[in-house]
């Protein structure tokens, strides 16, 4: 097995002498593989991917799932059998070749908080009718769109309330670990969430099986966060560079955005948890997402950039704010936040008429600092 890491790093010199990593965000930054390394042996014809995509039909009462399927090697459509199986095992369609469609009558849908899972199998047979390779892949049946300012799921409105998680945890760092994966999932339950959002990267493909087993909603990212470099130089004192430059954010780094988008979809296109720049870098990357993906995108907008001041906010489907009213603008001033946080709301909704979700917003806590007045990062104003 060959491999190779490219890793650039921006350095500054301290005072004396040393050399410290300067990165362009608030989390922090390990090194080394975060996650397992699988070894995958299959036959020389064998399924090499798969894409479905479900709808809810009848009004509820019936669901359909669209496949394509890609093999290593050409065969015929004849030589591909497929068929769907509920949580008890029992066959509910079927069908053959390498697309099509299958109906589920009866269906159980998939829903946020109720989620049910059924099992897609996939069975290539070789020229003389013998089993030569199988693939299994869970199958959520539900349908996600946009109407207007309205984000539905199965035709009914649905309301994000969850949090901007990180994969971090002690010990471990963001190396994958299942125990507390399971932690954070029950705390978010036990407040009463129903989402969240995948900050600032891609998560384990086991947090992503989780959300699909479990009921949750995901928004899905890629590791992009960081490059406006004006806000950045501003918020840490850094030397202000241009964001758009052949040194900084350039043809490269579009290209790298678009391989880190096809890698992405590639890998959770068929989850049924996941719902979800300068114009010249961006449209372009708006355009091939569309091309591999049907679901409503989104991307995040910086909290100091006003309605005023979108270029792209039109290319996508739901607008995402990240607002720190009352931390870093109008701080301690709470009843004056409320008032320019509602202000700015209407005036988004006025101008793009489309979902609104807040992704960010402040307040950190140090925790066991108590205080009787507005203090920021004391226990009794973050609540």
């Known amino acids: ?84 199986s509920d949580e008890e095992g029992s066959p509910v369609a079927q069908a053959c070749g390498l697309s099509g469609k299958l109906t589920v009558n009866s269906v159980k849908i998939w829903k946020p908080g109720a989620a049910y899972l059924y099992q897609l199998h996939i069975r290539l047979l070789d020229a003389s009718r013998g089993v030569a390779d199988v693939y299994q892949l869970s199958v959520g049946i539900r349908s996600v769109r946009v109407e207007g300012n309205r984000f539905l799921i199965n035709g009914k409105p649905f309301y994000f309330s969850g949090y901007g998680k ?76 241009p964001t758009y430059s052949p040194d900084t954010v350039s043809e490269g780094t579009r290209k790298s955005h678009e391989q880190a988008i096809r890698e992405l979809i590639a890998r959770d296109k068929n989850h049924p948890s996941p719902t979800s720049p300068a114009r010249e870098h961006f449209q372009p990357l708006v355009a091939l997402t569309r091309q591999l993906y049907s679901r409503p995108l989104c991307y995040a907008n910086e909290f100091q950039a006003s309605v005023d001041k979108r270029l792209i906010s ?29 202000t700015e709301l209407l ?27 507005d203090v920021p990062r004391s226990e009794e104003y973050q609540s």
């Open 1 to 84: 097995m060959d491999w190779s890491i490219s890793y650039r790093m921006t350095a500054i010199e301290t005072k004396d002498g040393k050399r410290k990593q300067h990165y362009q965000y608030d989390f922090c930054n390990y090194f080394g593989l975060a996650r397992s390394v699988w070894l995958c042996c299959v036959p020389e014809t064998h399924v090499n991917d798969v894409t479905v995509a479900s709808e809810v039909a009848d009004g509820g009462e019936s669901g359909v799932v669209s496949y394509e399927i890609s093999t290593s090697q050409p065969v015929p459509g004849s030589r591909i059998e497929v068929s769907i």
């Open 166 to 241: 990180h994969e971090d945890a002690p010990v471990r760092g963001k190396g994958h670990d299942a125990v507390y994966m399971i932690h954070d999932f029950e705390l978010m339950k036990w407040i009463g969430a129903n989402s969240f959002r995948a900050t600032h990267y891609p998560y384990a493909k086991e947090v992503m099986e989780y959300a699909d087993r479990h009921g949750f909603v995901v928004i899905g990212e890629t590791a992009a966060v960081g490059l406006n470099l004006a806000v950045v130089a501003g918020l840490h004192g850094a030397k202000q560079l």
């Open 314 to 342: 039109d290319l996508f489907d739901v607008l995402f704010l990240n607002r720190y009213y009352g931390w870093y603008f109008h701080t301690s001033d709470l009843e004056a936040a409320e008032k320019g946080l509602e």
């Open 347 to 373: 005036r988004f909704q006025a101008k793009f008429g489309k979902p609104i979700i807040i992704s960010e917003y402040g307040a950190d806590t140090l925790a066991g600092l108590p205080t009787a007045g």
